[in-house]
């Protein structure tokens, strides 16, 4: 009998791990012992990262975007569809376009994050983002036209994908309009939601002060709460209120529907065990990436890390052996401290971060690993 391993989601943590199952089970997957379907709901990859430039106009969107059929191996049975239930006892998928189910022997969720705009009361209509492909473009023409005010960038719930990617912002912002003889009439103020300028105490109390810098003023404890477009001022559940001339924020995160309504976790993050990334709710089911509750950030180097990890144990597991492979809370993440110098952070659940000092060779070599990024996808380097 065939065993079916299927992976719902094709962005980072999908493509990697349908990647690494095509190698380490291609034995297995040319006798027929083994088939392994990822189903994604668009015929692309969707590259986050590159989103960060788009404002500054240093990347375009479509940098970002690569067909799946083009990433993941022959091997791998790759469709586009959107999964719209999941049946753990019964072991089955429901599909939006497909009549027919999926069953499965081993499922894994990839399903990533969702933004939830609509949460915030007038966030969609006074607030832009850098965290969806469309938010990102009309944010660098509100940049370009930007020559004077207050730039209020707020970060608004948690978790969210890239905690650095706000401080890289207001760092990258900063830069930019000094670059452009603009800084002294742009204020910038970056609002984050815990009483600290980042949720890691330790890259809080390394950027604290390289905000102070750089006239950064900071709002700590200020969870936006609603947005009147038209008086342009943002409201925290604390009680205070901000002044924008331009608003930027992250918007709330959430993950997808499907989850929940499956009894796997709450806010569409999948509760799993934060070694094994199996789902605590479900048996043969694991989760990572953005959408398995794990408590590290959510990034891409993590689903990166967790999809090699779910690989070995599915491997172990068709082989009938016991799976011992563990996730340790590998983090890797470099932070862009203005346009042209970059940081970088490397921690897991043991060891806390140390930021390194920024400099322009870590800016070239995140820049170089986005480059990158697309032979890592497919496992290549
Ligand atoms: C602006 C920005 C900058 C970032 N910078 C960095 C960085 O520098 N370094 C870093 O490590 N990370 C970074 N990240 C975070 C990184 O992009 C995410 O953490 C990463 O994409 C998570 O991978 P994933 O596979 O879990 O989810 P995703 O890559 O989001 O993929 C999930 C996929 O599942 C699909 N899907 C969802 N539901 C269904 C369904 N029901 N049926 C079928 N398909 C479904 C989605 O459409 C999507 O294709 C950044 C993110 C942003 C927004």
Redo the contacts with the bound molecule.
């Keep these: 009998m065939t065993e079916h391993i299927v992976i719902?989601?094709?962005?980072?943590?999908?493509s990697v791990l349908a990647n690494d199952l095509a190698d380490r089970l291609d034995t297995e997957l040319d006798a027929g012992e083994v088939a392994v379907t990822l189903?994604?709901?668009?015929p692309e990859?969707?590259?986050?990262?590159v989103?960060?430039y788009v404002p500054f106009g240093k990347r375009d969107p479509d940098d970002g975007r690569r067909p799946l059929a083009d990433l993941v191996d022959d091997a791998v049975d790759v469709r586009t569809?959107?999964?719209?239930d999941i049946d753990t006892d019964g072991q089955r998928l429901q599909l939006r376009d497909s009549m027919d189910d999926i069953s499965y022997d081993h499922l894994v969720l990839?399903?990533?994050?969702?933004l939830a705009s609509e949460e915030i009361p007038g966030l969609a209509e006074g607030g832009h983002d850098?965290?969806s492909e469309d938010g990102?473009t009309a944010l660098r023409e509100e940049l370009l036209d930007f020559s004077e005010g207050h730039l209020v960038l707020s970060v608004i719930g948690s978790p969210h994908?890239?905690p650095?990617?706000p401080l890289e912002f207001v760092f990258m912002a900063d830069d930019w309009f000094r670059e452009r003889g603009l800084r002294e009439d742009i204020e910038i103020t970056y609002t984050y939601p815990v009483q600290r300028v980042h949720g890691n105490a330790h890259i809080a109390e390394w950027a604290a002060p390289l905000m102070d810098e750089r006239q950064i003023t900071t709002e700590t404890f200020f969870n936006a709460d609603s947005v009147d477009p038209d008086a342009q001022t943002v409201t925290s559940m604390e009680g205070a209120e901000l002044d924008y001339d331009l608003l930027v924020t992250v918007p709330p995160h959430r993950g997808?529907d499907?989850i929940a309504d499956a009894g796997l976790g709450d806010d569409g993050w999948v509760d799993v065990d934060r070694h094994t990334l199996e789902a605590e709710a479900a048996t043969d089911v694991y989760a990572?990436?953005?959408?398995a509750a794990t408590g590290v950030p959510?990034?891409?180097?993590?689903?990166h890390y967790q999809a090699g990890v779910v690989g070995q144990r599915l491997a172990s597991e068709v082989r009938g052996q016991i799976p011992t492979a563990t996730y340790d809370g590998k983090t890797?993440?470099?932070i862009e401290t203005g346009m042209d110098a970059a940081s970088f952070v490397e921690f897991d659940y043991e060891n806390p971060p140390s930021p390194a000092p920024p400099s322009e060779k870590l800016h070239w070599a995140?820049l170089a690993y986005?480059e990158s990024y697309w032979l890592t996808a497919r496992g290549l380097v």
């Design positions: 719902v989601g094709g962005g980072t943590g999908g189903i994604n709901d668009g990859q969707v590259y986050k990262p989103w960060l569809d959107r999964v719209t990839a399903t990533g994050s969702t850098y965290y990102a994908m890239c650095a990617a997808v499907l990572l990436g953005d959408a959510k990034a891409g180097s993590v689903a890797i993440c470099f995140k986005n």
